[in-house]
C-alpha cells in the first residue's frame, strides 16, 4: 500500500510518532493489538514497526520510530526525511506477538518497546480484562507516552527509571518468582528481554511471549569487508565491513527486494554460484545453503561471493 504521512509529533528528543493513512482516505486493513508494519524507509531500508493503536477498521496506522544511534540508515532517514505529505510504501499489518484475552496479562516494556504493550494495554482496558504493566525507561525524559500509558493504566502501572546505570536496573526477580496464572508480553532492548527470559524460566511453557524485531546480530565487530561478483553483468560490488550486501547493492542504484531486513522472512532469497557463505539467517533449509544466501544479513567467508544477478 502507499501511504501519507498525515500526522509527526516529537515524544521524546530521539522518538518521533508518525500517522500514515491512505491518500484518497478510508479504511485500512485491520490493526490488531501487538501488530506490526514494515514499511520502506525514505533511505530504502525496509522496517517494522509496531501499532500503536489497535483498531478492526482503522483509518489510520500509527507508529513510533527512535533515531538509533547505531542506526544501519533506516530510523535516521524517518527523523530526517519523512515530514508531512511524504509517501511510504507500507506492507499490510502482521502479527507476531498476538494478544490473548483468555488470561490475565503481565506487559513488560523497556524503551521503544512501550509500542506493542501500549496497543495491548489499550486492548485490556477496552475489554475490561485483568491486567498490570511495568514500563521501565532510562529518565522521565525519555520515556515516549509517559502520560497517556500511566492514565491508561492507572494502579496497575510500575514505572521505572534507571537513569542509565545497570545497578539501578528494576529487579523482575520478586515479579518473577512465583509463576501467575498471567500471559508475560515482554518487548524492549536486549538486555531487558534477556533478564526477563532469565527470570521467568520456571514459569509454564507458552505463557512468556517476546517481540523482537532483531533476532539476528546484522554487522558483528569482526566482519571484513568482500567483494560481491554479479554474474550476469560481470560488475563487482565492494561491501565494506559494516554494511550488508543487500545495503551494497542499494547503495550502488541496484534495485532490491526485501521485507525484515533481519533474515527471519526469506523475501531477499538471493541464488550464489560461487564463494563460501557464512550464512546467518533464520529460514534457509541445509540443503539450499549450498545454492541461496540471504543477502540481508549473510556475509562472504572469504573474499569473494558470485551471486547469479
Given at each position: 500500500?502507499?501511504?501519507e504521512?498525515?500526522?509527526?509529533?516529537?515524544?521524546?528528543?530521539?522518538?518521533?510518532?508518525?500517522?500514515?493513512a491512505a491518500?484518497a482516505?478510508?479504511?485500512?486493513p485491520?490493526?490488531?493489538?501487538?501488530?506490526?508494519?514494515?514499511l520502506e524507509?525514505?533511505?530504502?531500508?525496509?522496517?517494522?514497526?509496531?501499532?500503536?493503536?489497535?483498531?478492526?477498521?482503522?483509518?489510520?496506522y500509527?507508529?513510533a520510530?527512535?533515531?538509533?544511534?547505531?542506526?544501519?540508515?533506516?530510523?535516521?532517514?524517518?527523523?530526517?526525511?519523512?515530514?508531512?505529505g511524504?509517501?511510504?510504501?507500507?506492507?499490510?499489518?502482521?502479527?507476531?506477538?498476538?494478544?490473548?484475552?483468555?488470561?490475565?496479562?503481565?506487559l513488560?516494556?523497556?524503551?521503544?518497546?512501550?509500542?506493542?504493550?501500549y496497543?495491548?494495554?489499550q486492548?485490556?482496558v477496552?475489554?475490561?480484562?485483568?491486567?498490570?504493566?511495568?514500563?521501565?525507561?532510562?529518565?522521565?525524559?525519555?520515556?515516549?507516552?509517559?502520560?497517556?500509558?500511566?492514565?491508561?493504566?492507572?494502579?496497575?502501572?510500575?514505572?521505572?527509571h534507571d537513569?542509565?546505570?545497570?545497578d539501578?536496573?528494576?529487579?523482575?526477580?520478586?515479579t518473577?518468582?512465583?509463576?501467575?496464572a498471567?500471559?508475560?508480553?515482554?518487548?524492549?532492548?536486549?538486555?531487558?528481554?534477556?533478564e526477563?527470559?532469565?527470570?521467568?524460566?520456571?514459569?509454564?511453557?507458552?505463557?512468556?511471549?517476546?517481540?523482537?524485531?532483531?533476532?539476528?546480530?546484522v554487522?558483528?565487530?569482526?566482519?571484513?569487508?568482500?567483494?560481491?561478483?554479479?554474474?550476469?553483468?560481470?560488475?563487482e560490488?565492494?561491501?565494506?565491513?559494516?554494511?550488508?550486501?543487500l545495503?551494497?547493492?542499494?547503495?550502488?542504484?541496484?534495485?532490491?527486494?526485501?521485507?525484515?531486513e533481519?533474515?527471519?522472512?526469506?523475501t531477499?532469497?538471493t541464488?550464489y554460484?560461487?564463494?563460501e557463505?557464512?550464512h546467518?539467517?533464520?529460514?534457509?533449509?541445509?540443503?539450499?545453503?549450498?545454492?541461496?544466501?540471504?543477502?540481508?544479513?549473510?556475509?562472504a567467508?572469504?573474499?569473494?561471493?558470485?551471486?547469479?544477478?
Amino acid at each position: 500500500m502507499e501511504l501519507e504521512i498525515t500526522a509527526r509529533r516529537s515524544l521524546t528528543a530521539e522518538i518521533e510518532e508518525f500517522t500514515l493513512a491512505a491518500s484518497a482516505g478510508g479504511a485500512l486493513p485491520a490493526a490488531e493489538a501487538g501488530a506490526h508494519i514494515t514499511l520502506e524507509t525514505p533511505s530504502g531500508a525496509m522496517r517494522r514497526y509496531s501499532l500503536i493503536r489497535p483498531d478492526s477498521v482503522p483509518t489510520v496506522y500509527t507508529i513510533a520510530v527512535k533515531r538509533e544511534v547505531q542506526s544501519r540508515g533506516g530510523s535516521v532517514s524517518m527523523h530526517e526525511a519523512a515530514g508531512i505529505g511524504h509517501r511510504l510504501m507500507v506492507e499490510p499489518p502482521r502479527n507476531d506477538f498476538a494478544l490473548s484475552l483468555a488470561h490475565p496479562a503481565l506487559l513488560v516494556a523497556g524503551g521503544i518497546g512501550i509500542t506493542p504493550i501500549y496497543a495491548m494495554a489499550q486492548k485490556l482496558v477496552e475489554k475490561g480484562r485483568a491486567f498490570r504493566a511495568i514500563y521501565c525507561t532510562r529518565s522521565a525524559a525519555e520515556t515516549a507516552y509517559a502520560r497517556e500509558f500511566a492514565q491508561l493504566c492507572g494502579d496497575r502501572l510500575t514505572l521505572h527509571h534507571d537513569g542509565g546505570d545497570p545497578d539501578a536496573a528494576f529487579d523482575f526477580w520478586e515479579t518473577f518468582e512465583t509463576p501467575t496464572a498471567e500471559h508475560v508480553y515482554c518487548c524492549g532492548p536486549a538486555p531487558l528481554m534477556e533478564e526477563v527470559k532469565a527470570v521467568s524460566g520456571h514459569w509454564r511453557e507458552g505463557t512468556v511471549h517476546f517481540e523482537d524485531f532483531r533476532p539476528v546480530e546484522v554487522v558483528r565487530a569482526d566482519d571484513a569487508a568482500f567483494t560481491v561478483v554479479l554474474a550476469k553483468s560481470g560488475i563487482e560490488l565492494a561491501v565494506p565491513a559494516d554494511r550488508t550486501i543487500l545495503e551494497a547493492l542499494r547503495d550502488a542504484g541496484y534495485k532490491t527486494v526485501s521485507s525484515c531486513e533481519s533474515g527471519a522472512c526469506g523475501t531477499c532469497k538471493t541464488p550464489y554460484l560461487q564463494g563460501e557463505v557464512d550464512h546467518r539467517d533464520m529460514v534457509l533449509m541445509d540443503e539450499e545453503k549450498t545454492c541461496r544466501v540471504m543477502i540481508c544479513v549473510s556475509r562472504a567467508k572469504g573474499g569473494r561471493l558470485v551471486l547469479d544477478l
